[in-house]
């Protein structure tokens, strides 16, 4: 008898048990996006575009931290695809990255099903397709993450919120675009900027005396852009996950691949006012206006626009320096940001990458410490997991620039997990760089005119240095970055700009232990692709 009712016990302990573990599973959002071409016309001129679902720009991913997203893309391309999820950092799984280093592209008339979780992660993000010059005409959209409801932020909650895509705009075909670097030009000033796929149009409409959160991402593939709203000021709150302390700005550059969130209160007369982006470091200024609209208003944005900066380098730096860390607010956990003293550990690896232009056979390539890098038929990570041999290896790539001309290669660094590492990015040339990494955020510490040496590190900020997922780095100068390798993978570290990347400005960072676990690493998925010499694997 006894025993009977131990078992009834314990059953019923068990059962509750699981329907808790059930109820505390995160959610699950399910998505369906078909890929096709279309014709659109944002610059007045019918041109071949990719849509998701018929739309462009592609739809917004409004989630929640660690909401488990499962999308499955259909591709009715006539090429194989791939989406990436800027600043997604694909905790243990970089096999949903959506790079040709990490997954085998989406053949033209079949699908994939992408599985990953927003893990410890709020923000604003975009995602786009990583495969040839496709971003170049569409395909890309925001992504949103939201705090859980039992964690705090560190301003009142806002009103509202919009999304704002602000992206360089070429007329010509992504075809037609990638031809041009093939036969070795580069790619000429865009012809317009966009704000949400339209030169002119978007509309944003607000209560009078309320605030509201702008979100705000450089979805172009080649130019810098700075941010305003006429007659009002922009109140950092937030870039890249990160919170940030609450500056206030007139405006505010945004370099490729970049996101922030601002807050906006509309404290002025009822009426419209320009909601304005320009490009940075450009001859000519290329300029885009949208609509910040008042309920009620019966008055038209007029009056000129408010000016921005256009080549000052100096300012754009200043300015970054003073975007930093809020140490004492919550970002995904309920822990402060400031909670990890990155300032105090010591870094194992220091790496100096430089970027250059080169010609190679001939032809435009771009390269990183004289390696301009081209994907091999089988994805690196396949090569990886199942030790197939001929690749790639890790001493193609040296840590440090080298003297010689620069030659073709797959270049990958080698790591070991829960490495702290060191990267500065020195830039020679006269262009404005942009750098991103794939899997983490990176603490950016520091920014400085020509060559860095050793003594910079005097100069780096290691308190509240803001981690983000791009860093820019300005003409004839260099920025500085500490990351912490715990994601285990292999990850995408490449130039935001496009051309440059497509023409080889890009490696791939290997984070690697002995030990496999699902701890630190998921398996292989069961829907994997597999190519090259994986196949036969």
């Known amino acids: 008898m006894r025993q009977a009712i131990f078992l009834h016990f314990f059953l019923g302990t068990l059962a509750c048990l699981s329907a808790f573990w059930v109820n505390a599973e995160d959610p699950y959002r399910y998505y369906t996006w078909t890929i096709t071409y279309g014709t659109i016309s944002p610059l007045g001129v019918p041109q071949q575009g990719i849509l998701i679902n018929g739309q462009f720009p592609g739809p917004i991913l409004d989630t929640v931290t660690n909401d488990n997203i499962i999308v499955n893309v259909i591709n009715k391309l006539d090429e194989p695809f791939l989406i990436t999820w800027n600043g997604i950092k694909q905790r243990k799984t970089s096999w949903q990255d959506g790079v040709l280093g990490t997954n085998c592209p989406i053949p033209p008339n079949s699908n994939w099903t992408y599985r990953f979780q927003t893990k410890d992660q709020i923000g604003t993000y975009t995602y786009f397709p990583s495969t040839k010059l496709h971003r170049a005409v569409g395909g890309f959209g925001g992504f949103n993450i939201a705090q859980r409801s039992i964690i705090s932020i560190p301003y009142p909650q806002p009103d509202g919120e919009f999304t704002l895509l602000v992206g360089d705009w070429y007329k010509a075909s992504h075809k037609v675009l990638q031809q041009r670097l093939d036969s070795g030009s580069p ?183 004289s390696i301009s890098y081209v994907d091999p038929a089988t994805p690196l990570k396949l090569a990886d997991w199942f030790n197939i041999s001929g690749v790639f290896d890790l001493n193609t790539i040296k840590e440090k620039p080298t003297l010689g001309p ?128 994986a196949k036969h694997s």
């Open 187 to 369: 790619l000429p000033l865009p012809d317009a900027l966009l704000i949400n796929g339209l030169p002119h149009s978007s509309t944003f409409a607000g209560e009078p005396g309320k605030t509201y959160k702008f979100r705000v991402s450089n979805v172009g593939i080649a130019t810098s852009i700075n941010f305003r709203i006429q007659g009002h000021v922009l109140k950092l709150i937030e870039v890249e996950g990160a919170h940030t302390l609450q500056e206030n700005y007139e405006s505010i550059d945004v370099h490729v691949g970049q996101s922030i969130a601002v807050l906006v209160t509309l404290n002025e007369s009822t009426k419209d006012y320009f909601i304005v982006a320009s490009t940075r470091f450009t001859k000519p200024i290329l300029n885009t206006t949208a609509t910040l609209r008042y309920a009620g208003s019966n008055t038209g944005a007029s009056g000129p626009l408010p000016i921005g900066p256009t080549y000052q380098i100096h300012w754009s730096m200043k300015q970054a320096r003073t975007i930093r860390l809020n140490l004492t607010a919550n970002a995904a956990r309920p822990n402060p940001q400031g909670s990890f003293h990155y300032g105090t550990i010591q870094v194992v690896k220091r790496v100096v990458l430089a970027n250059s232009q080169a010609k190679i056979n001939g032809t435009l390539r771009y390269a990183v410490n």
């Open 406 to 533: 620069a030659i073709i290669g797959t270049s990958v660094i080698g790591t070991t997990l829960h490495d702290f590492v060191e990267i500065v990015f020195q830039n020679n040339e006269t262009t404005i760089q942009s750098w991103h990494l794939d899997g983490y955020s990176f603490y950016v510490v520091g920014y400085g005119s020509g060559q860095w040496s050793a003594n910079m590190t005097r100069r780096y900020n290691l308190v509240d240095g803001i981690p983000r997922h791009t860093v820019q780095v300005y003409p004839l100068s260099w920025s500085a970055v500490l990351v912490s390798l715990d994601n285990k993978g292999m990850w995408n570290l490449r130039s935001a700009i496009w051309s440059r990347r497509y023409l080889g400005q890009q490696l791939y960072v290997r984070v690697w232990n002995n030990e496999k676990s699902l701890f630190t690493e998921n398996d292989v998925p069961p829907n994997a692709l597999y190519c090259g010499k």
